[in-house]
């Protein structure tokens, strides 16, 4: 991760686009780790006055787009995971996004936590969450969702990382 992290920081000032940022994270994640280790990365850029969410995303989770009209679906766009091969092509896309529009990024810890009965949180909670927080500010809605989970799980063991970003236009 601290390879990754490395290399998007040296890679991202100097990128025009989002999947130019992963091909380079890519190459350099290829050639300087063995070839079992791998990642999936979302990378994406935003302009706040022109409001257009640009991103490539490399094998991780979908993001789930909130439309303001109500309409709740994830951006089912995505290429290979990085770190398997240094020629792999990724893509960008683009989504224009509108006020009280939101976009959630999320890690599988989110959707994967377990309950005491061996059960998933799953999308359709998550869904319900942010359907019915929208009103709501980025923050308290990620605070929202955050809640939920562990309120789900109810102590149980977190076996994987929980990370999440909620982004709300205005």
């Known amino acids: 991760m601290s390879n990754l992290q490395a290399s998007l920081r040296a890679t991202a000032p100097y990128s025009q686009s989002a999947s130019q940022v992963v091909r380079d994270v890519n190459r350099h994640l290829t050639r300087t780790t063995a070839p079992e280790k791998y990642a999936t990365f979302l990378y994406a850029i935003f302009d706040e006055k022109t409001r257009p969410f640009r991103f490539c995303n490399a094998g991780h989770n979908y993001p789930i787009l909130y439309k303001s009209s109500g309409e709740c679906n994830f951006i089912k766009l995505g290429d290979p995971i990085i770190g398997i091969d240094e020629h792999l092509e990724f893509h960008?896309?683009?989504?224009?996004?509108?006020?009280?529009?939101?976009?959630?990024?999320?890690?599988?810890?989110?959707?994967?936590?377990?309950?005491?009965?061996?059960?998933?949180?799953?999308?359709?909670?998550?869904?319900?969450?942010?359907?019915?927080?929208?009103?709501?500010?980025?923050?308290?809605?990620k605070n929202k969702i955050y809640d939920e989970v562990i309120s789900f799980t109810r102590g149980t063991d977190q076996y994987d990382d929980i990370t999440l970003i909620v982004l709300k236009v205005v």
């Open 92 to 141: 960008d896309h683009e989504l224009q996004l509108s006020p009280d529009d939101l976009i959630v990024l999320y890690t599988d810890g989110i959707t994967e936590a377990l309950n005491a009965q061996s059960m998933e949180y799953g999308e359709d909670r998550l869904y319900e969450v942010i359907s019915t927080s929208s009103h709501k500010d980025a923050q308290e809605i």
